[in-house]
């Protein structure tokens, strides 16, 4: 059964915390997604629970040497990296027999962090009730690898193109939004429907291009459209404020730098027509970490 949730973008890539532009703030999805489930009527049998269109999914299993109590695991079904961190007030540690009690050894947890890198399931912890922990569980993402280390060999193409047509009104360390984990970005003022090109190659992680408003205020965020590419180093190329159906890719297809992507818009947390671009390292509890990059003479 999928869960359905709310999710806060980055600027959440973001399940997500924000980034911005001039007069625009950046909810990447690096998002970041910070979701709240929604309990289903059914909570005490319960036992998987998904997200991000079955991205990843929990399961309680229960324990082979104690009925009363589950294991909790998640596992992904998109070959994609993902960082999460799962949050609940019924988890607690869980720990194999090896000669000492596992009650004696059992002890609560504020949170488990995963980083799903492969389709093997990953434990996180034990429960004693399934209703209370589909009641308390939170979950946040971030796409892409924790362990990325940026290649600073790389030249990035500018994303639109003639660049000298399309002036950055917010750069590095800008005053309005560009501070502290958003830092390093760039945006691009641009008409509603400039295209969009592929600044390196990789594959696209995430997209979203049903979002129809967008506006100064922080309530426009999650109508932000977007295109994510996971990068040959392990970063994200994130790419935001698209126009409605405007995106021209699919999660999992392979790009080339300078292909199309997508068109400009005005969606999301936004009061001006532009263009949003970073590049990101996920981190966990719905994280992220901008990176700084050089744009090539192009």
């Not at 990035?156 to 660049?163: D, E, G, S």
Request: aromatic share 10%; proline share 5%; charged share 20%.
């Amino acid at each position: 059964m999928e869960m359905q949730t709310n999710s806060e973008h980055r600027e959440s890539r973001g399940n997500i915390q924000p980034r911005l532009i001039v007069s625009c703030v950046v909810f990447v999805v690096l998002l970041v997604f910070s979701l709240v489930s929604l309990i289903p009527a059914n909570a005490n049998n319960k036992n998987e629970g998904c997200f991000d269109n079955r991205r990843f999914c929990f399961e309680l299993t229960p324990l082979s040497h104690d009925k009363t109590r589950y294991q909790v695991t998640v596992k992904r079904y998109v070959p994609l990296p993902v960082a999460l961190t799962l949050y609940s007030d019924a988890l607690y540690s869980h720990k194999e027999h090896h000669g000492v009690s596992e009650a004696s050894t059992r002890k609560p947890i504020a949170h488990a962090n995963a980083f799903l890198d492969s389709d093997d399931p990953i434990v996180l912890g034990e429960v004693a009730s399934t209703r209370q922990f589909w009641r308390t569980m939170r979950v946040k993402w971030t796409v892409g690898d924790i362990n990325a280390t940026h290649d600073d060999n790389i030249k990035y193409l500018p994303p639109l193109q003639p660049a000298k047509q399309y002036r950055i009104v917010q750069g590095f360390n800008g005053n309005f939004s560009h501070t502290g984990s958003s830092r390093y970005a760039l945006d691009f003022a641009a008409p509603v429907g400039t295209p969009i090109l592929a600044a390196r190659s990789g594959v696209v992680i995430d997209t979203k291009d049903d979002g129809k408003k967008g506006g100064a205020s922080s309530r426009f965020a999650k109508h932000a459209n977007y295109v994510v590419i996971l990068h040959s180093d392990g970063t994200t190329g994130e790419y935001y404020h698209m126009k409605y159906k405007g995106v021209a890719v699919k999660q999992g297809q392979e790009v080339q730098q300078g292909q199309l992507i997508g068109y400009t818009g005005n969606t999301g947390f936004s009061s001006l027509p532009h263009l949003h671009f970073g590049i990101y390292v996920a981190k966990f509890h719905g994280g992220y970490q901008s990176v700084p990059f050089e744009l090539s003479s192009q």
